[in-house]
Structure formats: structure tokens, C-alpha cells
């Protein structure tokens, strides 16, 4: 099955720098790669995702780029805020039996110092 | 996008009992899913429930210690049976809408087996 590999799993980055995360695939045939942020005690939110036929998108401050070939991607925030921290997880996706599966990568605890 | 209602959001229990998870949406949605997500980790996917048939369980679970039902397109139950305290996690539902292959998370249910 899919293994999703995310990395690092805890970033500190000062408020207004750039934070990156970093996620590899394995399964090829994953089509769409959405990225979720879970506030402390809250359910995963869909902050922004991307689809296999493009290599990059962009929202405000979030990006996304995909890799097809080296089969990774990653999230790219600038400017960073303290309201930014929270965990941050990437997934992989397969159309299965009808419907997307996802698998989830490990998670990047982002803390954003004032 | 969909809005999960899910109740309780915490609950402390005694090992030996049950608990029974709530997951109500706003709306009609083709699947739902019941996720485990254990302290600082990432989601772990339990089963997939279907309107009017049987679940369908990952590997690692099963349908006596974690029944499901799924009565109709915006409600489901996860029954978390005769608990220890390995079972101590968060719980969360979570939606696939029609429109799109984004999921949508519930605010979970934070459990504590003592």
C-alpha cells in the first residue's frame, strides 16, 4: 500500500520567515495530495491541496508543489504568523474502489515564535 | 463544505465499559470514515462506513471491538467496546463530499480509558 514519509516532524521558524515541509510517496498512482492543519484540540482542516496533472498552487501565503517524477511535494508558507502553529499533515491519495483513500504522513509540529 | 457535529468531545471511561461516538453532518455525503489518532500521532484510518451495508475495517481492526453503524446519508456511530487503556485516543469522523475528493474532520472525541 501507499507509505507517505513527512519531514521534519517539529519546525520553529521566527514570525515573517518562510516554513517548509516535506513529503515523499510511494505509490505512483496516487492522483491527489491534499494537506490538512489541526489545531490543538480540533479536527484536521483542508487547507490546501493539489492534483497530479499540476505542479504548483499557490493560495495567499500557502503553496504547494508537486514532484511527480521524484514523487514528492511539499508546503511552503511565507510570512509566517503565530496563528500558523499547529500540526501539519500531508496525505497521499488513490482513487479506490470509487473513491479517494488517503494515507496521511506523520505530521510537522510548526510553532511560529513572535 | 460539510459540518460535523460529534459528540461527546471528551469523555473519561472505565476500562471493562463501551462508548458510543456520534457523528452527525449537515448534509447528505457519499462515505464516512472513523479515524483513530493516538497522542502526537498521526490518523490511523478504522473503518469506512456505507450507507446500508456492512463497514469495512483496516487491517488491525474489528467489527466486535469497533461496531459501526450508518443508518442513513448524515449520521454514524462508532462503538469503542469493552475498553482498556490502550484504547486512549482521539477519535474522529470524517466526510467525503461528493463534490470533491477533500475530506472534511470532525472535532473528534478525546478519549480516556482508566
Known amino acids: 500500500g501507499e507509505n507517505v514519509e513527512q519531514h521534519p516532524s517539529t519546525l520553529s521558524v521566527q514570525e515573517g520567515d518562510s516554513a517548509v515541509i516535506k513529503c515523499t510517496y510511494s505509490?505512483?498512482?496516487?492522483?491527489?495530495f491534499p494537506w490538512y492543519k489541526q489545531e490543538l484540540g480540533k479536527g484536521p482542516q483542508l487547507i490546501i491541496d493539489i492534483r497530479s496533472n499540476v505542479g504548483e498552487k499557490k493560495d495567499q501565503r500557502i503553496a504547494v508543489t508537486l514532484n511527480k517524477t521524484a514523487k514528492h511535494f511539499s508546503l511552503h508558507i511565507t510570512e509566517t504568523q503565530p496563528e500558523d502553529s499547529a500540526v501539519y499533515f500531508c496525505?497521499?491519495?488513490?482513487?479506490?474502489?470509487?473513491?479517494?483513500?488517503?494515507?496521511f504522513g506523520t505530521g510537522t509540529k510548526l510553532q511560529v515564535i513572535p | 463544505s460539510a459540518v460535523i457535529s460529534q459528540k461527546p468531545s471528551r469523555d473519561i471511561c472505565q476500562r471493562g465499559t463501551s462508548l458510543t461516538i456520534q457523528c452527525q453532518v449537515d448534509?447528505?455525503?457519499?462515505?464516512m470514515f472513523w479515524y483513530r489518532q493516538q497522542p502526537g500521532q498521526s490518523l490511523t484510518l478504522i473503518a469506512t462506513?456505507?450507507?446500508?451495508?456492512?463497514?469495512?475495517?483496516e487491517s488491525g481492526f474489528v467489527i466486535d471491538k469497533f461496531p459501526i453503524s450508518r443508518p442513513n446519508l448524515t449520521f454514524s456511530t462508532l462503538t469503542v467496546s469493552n475498553m482498556s487503556p490502550e484504547d486512549s485516543s482521539i477519535y474522529l469522523c470524517?466526510?467525503?463530499?461528493?463534490?470533491?475528493?477533500?475530506?472534511?474532520f470532525g472535532s473528534g472525541t478525546r478519549l480516556t480509558v482508566v
Open positions: 448534509s447528505q455525503v457519499t462515505m
Open positions: 462506513a456505507n450507507q446500508g451495508s456492512e463497514a469495512t475495517y
Open positions: 470524517s466526510v467525503l463530499e461528493r463534490r470533491s475528493s477533500g475530506y472534511t
Open positions: 505509490d505512483s498512482a496516487s492522483n491527489y
Open positions: 496525505a497521499a491519495s488513490i482513487n479506490s474502489g470509487g473513491y479517494q483513500k488517503v494515507t
